[in-house]
């Protein structure tokens, strides 16, 4: 079958100082079937190698001292992880044994505790980060379930319907890749500084455009990925490019109906066109999707507040 079969070996440094640079290397393995190619065997020996040396990632960095004076929990140092280190592939191999064709590849993180733990900081600032990286946590794990039952599905098909199969796996892959790039953009800016609960500082222009490349890679990757097209949106916002934010919130929008987020951003960026009242419905919109929780409670009433205001403008301008 031509299922997944990790191997996982790791190499800490020796460190003379608890801040020292930690190296972790791990090998994914895959084994490929009939219908597999080598490309499909590559990127599927990645993406996992990629989520096992994340995992431990987040073991070692649950025993920094630093971190845990931070005091996240042990899920939220797993989400955090994907969008604070590089794993980056060294090598891919391909050897033949038996009559089974298997595929490693190899990936390198490379952990500074300081700047981890800076890092950690700087998300327990920022609500709207912490939200997305969960969410592309959540995603990376269905996505890796849905891969595991299709490569099951797919080792025992044969012909036109093995053809489909493969053609949807890719699918997936391209969806997972784009998800795991979005975890990299989590410093783009959210447009205003009431679109998250503390503001954080601004990226440099050169950041700016390797987020941008970044988004951009992951749409055509998954085109149809309303989190890449809400972050897109989030950048045209913070350049005042208003008019292609609002055409990527509103895509967001139609692709996800029931997030609350997009809702926000586009009430905003209609309130800095001067459309009050579209302005107002889009962050009603919000109020009724956002989940009543303590960590979104600061912007649901800094949102009521503002709802209030622009209702109170419209209801005093002249009547001709």
């Not at 036109?160 to 998800?179: F, K, W």
């Not at 960026?269 to 009050?276: D, E, M, S, V």
């Amino acid at each position: 079958m031509g299922l997944a079969v990790l191997s996982i070996w790791v190499w800490l440094a020796p460190a003379a100082a608890a801040t020292e640079v930690r190296t972790l290397t791990a090998t994914g393995e895959y084994r490929m079937g009939d219908n597999d190619t080598k490309t499909d065997a590559r990127r599927l020996a990645l993406l996992d190698a990629k989520r096992q040396a994340l995992e431990q990632v987040g073991t070692y960095l649950e025993g920094v001292t630093e971190v845990k004076n931070l005091s996240v929990t042990r899920d939220e140092i797993r989400s955090y992880t994907a969008g604070i280190v590089e794993v980056v592939e060294q090598s891919t191999r391909t050897t033949l044994e038996g009559e089974t064709t298997m595929v490693r590849v190899d990936v390198t993180v490379k952990v500074d505790p300081a700047v981890v733990t800076r890092q950690l900081g700087e998300l327990r600032k920022n609500e709207l980060a912490k939200e997305e990286l969960i969410r592309a946590k959540a995603e990376a794990d269905r996505l890796r379930k849905e891969l595991d039952d299709k490569s099951r599905q797919l080792a025992a098909l044969k012909g036109g319907e093995a053809e489909t199969a493969v053609q949807q796996r890719q699918q997936i892959i391209a969806r997972a890749d784009a998800n795991e790039l979005l975890t990299r953009t989590w410093q783009v800016p959210a447009g205003t500084k009431d679109d998250i609960v503390t503001q954080v500082k601004a990226p440099s222009p050169e950041e700016r455009e390797k987020f941008r490349a970044t988004l951009q890679e992951a749409l055509r990757l998954d085109p149809d990925n309303p989190w890449a097209h809400l972050k897109m949106g989030y950048l045209y916002h913070s350049e005042g490019n208003l008019d292609a934010a609002i055409r990527e919130y509103r895509t967001t929008i139609h692709l996800k109906p029931d997030a609350a987020r997009p809702h926000l951003a586009l009430g905003r960026a209609l309130k800095a066109q001067g459309k009050k009242q579209e302005a107002a419905e889009e962050m009603y919109a919000y109020l009724m999707l956002a989940e009543k929780n303590p960590a979104n409670k600061p912007l649901i009433e800094r949102t009521e507040r503002k709802i209030e205001q622009l209702n109170r403008k419209e209801a005093r301008r002249p009547r001709r």
